[in-house]
């Protein structure tokens, strides 16, 4: 018989064969410490004996177990539900939503803000609203920000990463091609998106260059503050500690990251999000946000804004950047997310699992990820580690790079 299926086992078997597979690694909860339990496919997974430092977590300010946000998750789920039971166009639109909403858009500096159900429909779902002719792309931008492009089918023109004047001169370049082929400027829609803090390198986007690039050429900014939201002025992103809001066109973010929930958000004018409550399909066809998560995110939101949890992040980064560094790292990024880089794919791996067998976790990331010959360890301290956890941290840095050779 014909067979026109999938052959599942053997790109399995490819991924395994370029050491590419990845697994599944069950904890027992989300915050700076935990028992990790190895992959175990459909078993039941079984929890490590010793406990665990994370390093590796994009719940950047450690609210994820924080009372208060927790009581606003249980609080939600006992007096509006635990699901918001439709599309926010037909019954799913509650109060908690439009709390979030208009505490975003106050953080953000804009007329309001729209709560998606993650971050990548927020941002699949406002490209392929917005339907630009072009999109001007840093090279490395979130997987979401790539599939937004490619639904919307716009031409992509992606740009050297955090390069204002490579930005400038693809700018320059493809008005030249519009000019010669008789186009006016206004007969396309040009869209310059950019992460603010990029997840794999540490490093933040030259946002004012960026509009200023922008403003040139008449086109939007659309700026991706997933890594951001939460940490900056005011607990704000990067955008807010530029002073950029009446220059950035569309914020976007996420509310699974510092802000310890589940979701994704869209700031901007009104006339923004009144177009991507009609036309964002990712917002259209999907259940809205669950209204715990929306009042988790809205707890975690005013924490960062009016608590010390920021400060405490950042003297983290500082005392854990200083030290790797002091011990002879090399660690790149300007950011709270400490690219530790190796070089070789085997030698990330090998530091890797000599932290972990010191109770440290932080992943190797390894190509196709990052290009070959920039393997690294991605090192993410938390608000809520203690002193104590970032010289434990060094420590396992300290003894697994002598181990290994690497220092
Ligand atoms: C830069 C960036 N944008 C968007 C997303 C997607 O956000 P979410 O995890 O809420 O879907 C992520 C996170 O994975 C991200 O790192």
Redesign the pocket.
């Known amino acids: 018989m014909a067979d026109r299926g999938f052959d599942l086992k053997a790109r399995i078997e490819t991924l395994e064969a370029n050491d590419l597979k990845r697994a599944l690694s069950p904890v027992d909860r989300v915050a700076e410490r935990g028992y990790f339990a190895e992959p175990s496919g459909s078993e039941l997974p079984v929890l490590e004996a010793a406990e665990a430092l994370v390093f590796a977590s994009n719940n950047y300010l450690g609210l994820t177990d924080d009372q208060r946000v927790q009581d606003a998750a249980r609080q939600a789920a006992a007096t509006v539900g635990t699901g918001a039971g439709a599309s926010r166009l037909v019954t799913g639109d509650t109060m908690v939503h439009r709390d979030l909403e208009r505490a975003l858009a106050e953080v953000k500096g804009t007329d309001r803000a729209l709560a998606f159900s993650?971050?990548?429909a927020a941002?699949v779902g406002t490209i392929t609203a917005l339907e630009p002719d072009v999109v001007f792309s840093d090279e490395l931008n979130?997987a979401?920000i790539i599939d937004g492009c490619r639904l919307a089918d716009a031409e992509t023109v992606v740009y050297d990463h955090c390069d204002a004047a490579s930005l400038r001169s693809n700018l320059e370049e493809r008005a030249d091609r519009a000019t010669q082929a008789g186009r006016e400027p206004a007969d396309e829609s040009w869209l310059i998106v950019t992460?603010s803090v990029f997840?794999m390198d540490g490093t933040v986007a030259p946002l004012r260059a960026i509009c200023d690039a922008a403003e040139e050429h008449g086109a939007w900014v659309m700026v991706?503050e997933?890594?951001a939201t939460g940490l900056y002025a005011n607990g704000g992103g990067v955008v807010q500690a530029e002073g950029l809001e009446e220059r950035v066109q569309i914020q976007m973010g996420?509310?699974?990251k510092a802000l310890a929930s589940q979701?994704?958000y869209v700031a901007g004018s009104d006339e923004l999000i009144e177009c991507l409550i009609n036309d964002a399909r990712a917002f259209v066809f999907s259940t809205g946000l669950a209204p715990p998560a929306a009042a988790a995110a809205s707890e975690a939101l005013h924490v960062a804004r009016h608590s010390d949890a920021r400060e405490k992040l950042w003297a983290n980064v500082t005392h854990l950047r200083d030290g790797l560094e002091s011990m002879g790292f090399e660690v790149w990024g300007d950011s709270q997310i400490l690219p530790v880089v190796v070089g070789d794919r085997m030698d990330a791996m090998t530091l890797a699992e000599g932290i972990c067998e010191r109770d440290v976790v932080a992943p190797a990331i390894r190509p196709p990820t990052v290009p070959e010959g920039t393997s690294r360890l991605r090192v993410a301290p938390m608000a809520t580690h203690d002193r104590d956890d970032v010289i434990d941290c060094l420590e396992a840095f300290r003894a697994a790079g002598e181990e290994t050779g690497l220092l």
Do not use: E
Request: no cysteine; hydrophobic share 10%.
């Open positions: 993650s971050g990548y941002n979130h979401s992460d997840s991706d997933a890594h996420t509310l699974s979701g994704g």
